[in-house]
């Protein structure tokens, strides 16, 4: 049987860093508030020359190193994003010129916030059904170019970012299983409600969201899909070491664990400097504890997103 497995991780941030001093000294804001509603500290901005491609390439060369891959190795890339450089062509296929590859494929896939973990079961589909054998999996944004930075209802909340991971054909898991959920009736209480037309913006080009309403959701939502994923994979809540939910705001990455009984000690949180990076929070969190050595070879880690659409869904894997 052929499974997949992560080999290597990345992350990259802008080396722009952006206090809660920043907003407070020009909007109606506190470093007090935004810390205790969220436990964001700071948050890193890219550069407006900076696009999600950029930030894409720089995570994927990380991840390709840690694998010990070759960039003409990568037989897929699958990226997620909702801050795509262009409207076509895709920002996977951008990333694959700047890694200096063809012929693979290379496509986006939006799921906003949970786009990392439906990018991660696709590739991991791929590589199961035995075409492929060496992907690289992305999460990449530049959300700050949709916030309105006078809502400080949003624009606190956000941050840039990439991450990174190459998946590998093996003959273990690796993934173990993925449950992936959506429901598009939930589409306004998060959304960019805007498209381009005729040369125009019709609708709105910044992020607008129904913050408790989404903060209610996304407890819910990261509870069941975490059960469903562990029983899918014939496991107990007992058998995680990690749980990385999307790093949206603390007070939501707490309620998640305390419902599902594991402790603190076993979440990993990255938001407090991270900010919200998106389909990039996920993988950019598995990456920082990798390095720091505390997620470890053998760990087994659920991985979950949740966001616009609503979509929302988790992998189970053992690294
Ligand atoms: O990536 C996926 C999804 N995004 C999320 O998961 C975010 C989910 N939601 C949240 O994290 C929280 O709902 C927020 C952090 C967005 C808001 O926290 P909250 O505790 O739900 O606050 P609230 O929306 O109920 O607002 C409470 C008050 C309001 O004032 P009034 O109406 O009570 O006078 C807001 O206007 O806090 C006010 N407020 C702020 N005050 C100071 C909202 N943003 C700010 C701010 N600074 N930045």
Known sequence: MIFSRIVGTGGYLPPRVVTNDEFAARLDTSDAWIRERTGIVERHIADASQTSSDLALEASRAALSAAGVRAEDID??????STP????????????????????????LQAVC????????????????????R????????????????????????????????????????????VLRADGSHAGILSVPGNVCGGSIVGSPYLQ????????????????VARETVAAAGMQLGD?????PHQANVRILEATARKL???????????????????ASVPLALDEFVRAGKIRPGHRVLLQGVGGGFTWGATLVTM
């Open 135 to 178: 992907a690289l999996v992305v999460g990449a944004e530049v959300f700050s170019r949709i916030l309105d930075w006078n809502d400080r209802g949003t624009c606190v909340l956000f941050g840039d970012g990439a991450g990174a991971v190459v998946l590998a054909a093996g003959d273990r898991p690796g993934v173990h299983a993925s």
């Open 76 to 81: 897929l890339i699958v990226l997620a994003t």
């Open 85 to 108: 450089d262009y409207v076509f062509p895709s920002t996977a296929c951008l990333l694959q010129a700047k890694l200096g590859i063809k012929n693979c494929p290379a496509f986006d």
């Open 209 to 224: 969201m129904q913050g408790s309403q989404v903060f209610k959701f996304a407890v819910k939502v990261l509870d069941e």
């Open 261 to 279: 009984g594991l402790p603190l000690e076993r979440l990993v949180v990255t938001v407090d400097h991270h900010g919200n990076t998106s389909a």
């Open 240 to 244: 995680i070491d990690w749980l990385i």
């Open 114 to 133: 949970s786009g990392f973990v439906y990018a991660l079961a696709t590739a991991d589909n791929f590589i199961r059904a035995g075409t492929h054998r």
